[in-house]
C-alpha cells in the first residue's frame, strides 16, 4: 500500500478524531519502514494533520544514513508513545532478545531536543512487576525533561486465542493479568501522577520550548 493510498483510507475518519486528534503509526514497529512514516506523516502535514510515532525504540541508532531519515520524521511528528518494556539492559535481553542501551539513548535523545513523549510500561506479573525495577524505571523517567506523561499498560491475555489458531506456541501461558493493587503500586513507583502535560500540550508544541 502507497502512502496515499493509506490517506485516501484514513480522511473519511477525520470528523471522528477531530481537531484535538490525528494520524498515529504504530506496528509491528513503525521505525522498520521510516521512509514510509516519512512520507506519510509529511502527506499529514501538508494537510494540517497531528501525526504520533507509537515505537519501542528498537530501531533506534545515531548510524547514517538512519539517523538523518530519522530526523527527517521527527520534523513532520507532534509527539512518540515510547514504550519502554524493563529499565535493566540484561532482564531487557531475557525479555526481547536484545539489549535496552539504544532504546534509552532514544529517550535521551528525544529529551534533548525537546521532543515531546509518553512513557508507556506494559506492567507483566512475575517480569516486569517487579518493584526494585520499577522503581529504576520512575528514577530513570525523571531524569528526562520531555514526558507528557507516564502510562502502565496491564497485560492482558487477549491474545491467547490468535496464538491457539495459528499453532503457535504462547510464551507466556499461564501468566494471569496483573492485579488493581499491582497495577496502582506501579503506577505510584512511577510516579504517574507527576507527569500531567498531556492535558494541556498541543500538537507542535516543543516540550523544551513550553517549559523555558
Known sequence: MTASELMEKA???????GEDGGITLSGGEILLQPEFALEVFTKCKELGISTCLDTCGAPFTR?????????????????????????????????????NENILDLCEYLSEIGKPVWIRHVLVPGITDNDKYLKQLGEYIKTLDNVEKVE???????????????????????????????VENAEKLLCVDDYKGYLTWKPGVNTKEERR
Not at 480522511?11 to 478524531?17: G, I, K, N
Not at 502502565?152 to 491475555?157: E, K, M, N, W
Not at 487477549?158 to 495459528?166: A, I, L
Open 11 to 17: 480522511l473519511p475518519y477525520r470528523a471522528f478524531w
Open 63 to 99: 548510524r547514517e544514513p538512519w539517523f538523518s531519515l530519522f530526523n527527517k520524521l521527527l520534523e513532520v511528528t507532534d509527539i512518540l508513545l515510547v514504550d519502554i518494556k524493563h529499565i535493566n539492559s540484561d532482564e531487557h535481553r531475557l525479555l526481547t532478545g536484545f539489549p
Open 152 to 182: 502502565v499498560l496491564p497485560y492482558h491475555t487477549m491474545g491467547v486465542h490468535k496464538y491457539k489458531e495459528m499453532g503457535i506456541k504462547y510464551r507466556l501461558e499461564g501468566v494471569e493479568p496483573p492485579t488493581q493493587d499491582r
